[in-house]
């Protein structure tokens, strides 16, 4: 986990008062007020004990709740714009407490961002500017940050881990930035990023949301992206999951695409986890395209992966479960080794489009794609 960097300590002006003995300084100049000090947000602190949500209600925009190292039963709540929640790194801890009878304990969240959205899920009021950086949230029945209906959130130096559902969730959201965060053992993914994760419907545009620098282990899925659009993944680390980064669509429109997922390292995600009634068995998947468009999959490494499942191999391009096939997709200049049954696997009968260029790899299907 990346320490957060040390407060920048204060410039102090020294003022000098140049005597002359020659001439006098005329009492109005001598007189001139001081400059203002600068203003900053405002720094609401919490000690270990103290209720966090209580200084989430009192922050206005602008200003930082900061948590002191130690552990916090309870989730939280925050629905007012650009406002801050910092720890102190993985020494703040937010654990769940059965006694917490609020929404987003009832939810089974740690940490919930919340914005509005009508009856039908359509955004109505996102929460705007929200800082979610340097805790850790474990133990929640569902996701340890749940964020839904959001504009510009990011979340940064979060440590999520063994968690029910996500380690980190985005629904609904748009311009997130996901960055250096690290999400283990969670139930299903370790960051997860769709338009509903229980409604269908088209895929939302996220005007450039950035997944970067996350180090995602030991999940069902290290990094899901689901019924999105317009999303970059970069230099993400997935290992020991069942599968590394998927990239999930269907036949709703628009079409779940016009993504990227550049230099990540994708490496032995061969845990097996069970089908479930809309998926077979993942094991030894590296990359997944799935009822997709126009998604480019360059520069990444990827290695390592063993399985029987349909879906097992190093970049693999599948029908979804609705049978959507994948169009256009633009697979190159990636590095595989060591995945079985294949390093890139084309198994979509009905998709088209499709370019592979300048892989290196050993096998492929059908051959001819390394």
Same mark, same amino acid.
């Given at each position: 986990?990346?320490?957060?960097?040390?407060?920048?300590?204060?410039? !102090? #002006?020294?003022?000098?008062?140049?005597?002359?003995?020659?001439?006098?300084?005329?009492?109005?100049?001598?007189?001139?007020?001081?400059?203002?000090?600068?203003?900053?947000?405002?720094?609401? #602190?919490?000690?270990?004990?103290?209720?966090?949500?209580?200084?989430?209600? *009192?922050?206005?925009?602008?200003?930082? $709740?900061?948590?002191?190292?130690? #552990?916090?039963? /309870?989730?939280?709540?925050?629905?007012?714009?650009?406002?801050?929640?910092?720890?102190?790194?993985?020494?703040?801890?937010?654990?769940?407490?059965?006694? =917490?009878?609020?929404?987003?304990?009832?939810?089974?969240?740690?940490?919930?961002?919340?914005?509005?959205? =009508?009856?039908?899920?359509?955004?109505?009021?996102?929460?705007?500017?929200? +800082?979610?950086?340097?805790?850790?949230?474990?133990?929640?029945?569902?996701?340890?940050?749940?964020?839904?209906?959001?504009? @510009?959130?990011?979340?940064?130096?979060?440590?999520?881990?063994?968690?029910?559902?996500?380690?980190?969730?985005?629904?609904?959201?748009?311009?997130?930035?996901?960055?250096?965060?690290?999400?283990?053992?969670?139930?299903?993914?370790? !960051?997860?990023?769709?338009?509903?994760?229980?409604?269908?419907?088209?895929?939302?545009?996220?005007?450039?949301?950035?997944?970067?620098?996350?180090?995602?282990?030991?999940? @069902? !899925?290290?990094?899901?992206?689901?019924?999105?659009?317009?999303?970059?993944?970069?230099?993400?680390?997935?290992?020991?999951?069942?599968?590394?980064?998927?990239?999930?669509?269907?036949?709703?429109?628009?079409? *779940?695409?016009?993504?990227?997922?550049?230099?990540?390292? $994708?490496?032995?995600?061969?845990?097996?986890?069970?089908?479930?009634?809309?998926?077979?068995?993942?094991?030894?998947?590296? !990359?997944?395209?799935?009822?997709?468009?126009?998604?480019?999959?360059? /520069?990444?490494?990827?290695?390592?992966?063993?399985?029987?499942?349909?879906?097992?191999?190093?970049?693999?391009?599948?029908?979804?479960?609705?049978?959507?096939?994948?169009?256009?997709?633009?697979?190159?200049?990636?590095?595989?080794?060591?995945?079985?049954?294949?390093?890139?696997?084309?198994?979509?009968?009905?998709?088209?489009?499709?370019?592979?260029?300048?892989? +290196?790899? /050993?096998?492929?299907?059908? *051959?001819?794609?390394?």
């Amino acid at each position: 986990m990346t320490a957060l960097l040390a407060p920048t300590r204060p410039l !102090i #002006r020294v003022a000098a008062v140049l005597l002359s003995c020659a001439a006098s300084v005329p009492a109005a100049l001598a007189a001139a007020p001081a400059a203002a000090a600068p203003t900053g947000p405002t720094v609401l #602190r919490v000690p270990p004990g103290a209720s966090v949500q209580t200084a989430l209600d *009192a922050a206005a925009p602008g200003d930082v $709740v900061e948590l002191a190292a130690g #552990r916090y039963p /309870g989730s939280v709540t925050l629905t007012t714009d650009r406002v801050t929640l910092r720890g102190q790194g993985t020494g703040t801890v937010l654990v769940p407490d059965p006694a =917490d009878r609020g929404a987003c304990a009832q939810a089974g969240d740690g940490v919930c961002v919340t914005g509005g959205a =009508d009856p039908q899920g359509a955004p109505v009021h996102p929460v705007s500017g929200v +800082v979610v950086e340097a805790l850790t949230v474990a133990g929640f029945a569902r996701n340890g940050v749940g964020a839904a209906v959001t504009d @510009r959130l990011t979340v940064r130096g979060v440590a999520a881990h063994d968690n029910g559902l996500q380690g980190i969730s985005v629904e609904m959201s748009t311009r997130t930035v996901l960055t250096d965060n690290e999400a283990r053992d969670n139930g299903q993914a370790g !960051i997860f990023v769709a338009n509903w994760y229980d409604r269908k419907g088209g895929a939302l545009e996220t005007l450039g949301t950035e997944v970067s620098g996350n180090r995602l282990t030991g999940n @069902r !899925i290290g990094l899901q992206l689901r019924r999105v659009r317009g999303l970059t993944a970069e230099a993400n680390l997935a290992s020991g999951n069942c599968g590394g980064l998927f990239v999930v669509g269907d036949d709703g429109v628009p079409r *779940a695409g016009a993504l990227t997922l550049r230099a990540n390292v $994708v490496r032995a995600n061969n845990r097996y986890c069970p089908p479930n009634p809309r998926l077979d068995s993942v094991q030894g998947t590296g !990359i997944l395209l799935t009822g997709t468009e126009d998604v480019t999959v360059s /520069g990444n490494q990827v290695a390592d992966h063993t399985g029987a499942s349909p879906m097992s191999g190093g970049i693999v391009l599948y029908p979804s479960v609705v049978g959507a096939p994948n169009a256009r997709a633009t697979v190159t200049g990636n590095v595989l080794r060591d995945n079985v049954p294949a390093d890139l696997a084309d198994r979509d009968p009905h998709g088209t489009g499709h370019t592979f260029a300048g892989n +290196v790899c /050993g096998t492929s299907e059908p *051959a001819g794609h390394c």
